[in-house]
């Protein structure tokens, strides 16, 4: 047998036998709460199967983050509570003990916040995300990858854009219609070199157009 064979065979040990002396322990905590002795064994099953429920949403990796973070709360909740439950039930059993009345209370109201945390849980994990419009989610192999401080790991290396050059701006202000002194006030240059990207822009479209003519 390897380790990590023996490691899962000594896991398993520890997890079923731990299990019987929780479920033993919340059992007896029941009947000592008043619960029927036919019912008293519904107890453990619903502290543990919520605990497991949660720990599965919790560790799986599968659900949605908000969804993640109640399975979390959930199963460490569970657990603790399971833990309590387990000090309260034994010690009132070795010292003969009648449990107060607000353990009793809280005892019996376990299951029904149980339930209601598990469907609370069971709606996060079934909710779909709400669709944007005009922002699309990124695929699976789409991964955004960034820094602490939001921005991307490829920010240093990443090529910086280029600003559109004069003549490119001059080009669109001119076939949107400006005149010589409308385009120096757009591009802030002198009615001199304003007409001269007039210029440049008419014979371009003149090259252009004999291009065409040709062809």
Not at 88 to 111: D, N, T
Not at 154 to 166: D, F, H, I, R, Y
Not at 169 to 189: C, F
Request: net charge negative; hydrophobic share 55%.
């Amino acid at each position: 047998m390897t380790a990590r064979g023996g490691l899962f065979a000594l896991l398993l040990i520890v997890a079923v036998a731990a299990a019987v002396l929780s479920f033993a322990a919340l059992r007896d905590l029941a009947l000592t709460c008043g619960f029927a002795a036919w019912l008293a064994w519904l107890l453990p099953v619903v502290v543990d199967a919520g605990a497991a429920a949660g720990s599965l949403v919790w560790l799986g990796g599968w659900a949605a983050e908000p969804a993640r973070r109640f399975a979390r709360a959930l199963a460490l909740g569970l657990l603790t509570l399971s833990v309590a439950a387990n000090a309260l039930g034994h010690g009132l059993e070795a010292y003969g003990l009648a449990p107060p009345w607000w353990v009793v209370v809280v005892v019996s109201a376990i299951a029904p916040a149980v339930l209601g945390a598990v469907v609370h849980l069971a709606v996060l994990v079934g909710r779909r995300r709400v669709d944007v419009p005009g922002v699309e989610e990124p695929h699976d192999d789409e991964v955004i990858d960034l820094e602490e401080n939001g921005l991307s790991r490829w920010w240093e290396t990443a090529q910086p854009v280029s600003e559109p050059s004069l003549t490119d701006r001059a080009q669109v202000l001119i076939a949107g219609g400006l005149g010589r002194r409308r385009l120096a006030k757009e591009l802030g240059v002198t009615e001199h070199e304003a007409r001269q990207l007039l210029e440049a822009s008419r014979h371009t479209e003149d090259i252009d157009r004999v291009e065409e003519d040709a062809s």
